[in-house]
């Protein structure tokens, strides 16, 4: 069993930056996969960034360029840097962890981007 918690959601300005947080805990191995799908309201959950274990990473397309995901593999914690928001990434947004073939899934933090 994984759990997740993330942290560094808010309200920033169009042009703005966040960096969110997410902390795994309750196992002794590390997530093989571990990232970010987001939700905007009415619309499907999609892919954010996802990073393995050796830094191996995927974007999704709308996010390419100004988001910046990492982890530290000894604090099983994954990190978001997103920079040049945009109100359009406005969501919800969750940590995603894949271990063992099983996905968890965070609570969910939101980001409104807004003037």
């Known amino acids: 069993q994984v759990q997740l918690v993330e942290s560094g959601g808010g309200l920033v300005q169009p042009g703005g930056s966040l960096r969110l947080s997410c902390a795994a805990s309750?196992?002794?191995?590390?997530?093989?996969?571990m990232g970010w799908y987001r939700q905007a309201p009415g619309k499907q959950r999609e892919l954010v960034a996802l990073?393995?274990?050796?830094?191996?990473?995927n974007y999704g397309d709308s996010v390419k360029g100004r988001f910046t995901i990492s982890r530290d593999n000894a604090k099983n914690t994954v990190y978001l840097q997103m920079n040049s928001l945009k109100p359009e990434d406005t969501a919800v947004y969750f940590c995603?962890?894949?271990?063992?073939?099983?996905?968890?899934w965070g609570q969910g933090t939101q980001v409104a981007v807004s003037s």
């Open positions: 309750g196992s002794g191995l590390s997530a093989n996969v």
């Open positions: 995603y962890a894949l271990r063992l073939g099983v996905g968890y």
């Open positions: 990073i393995n274990r050796s830094g191996g990473t």
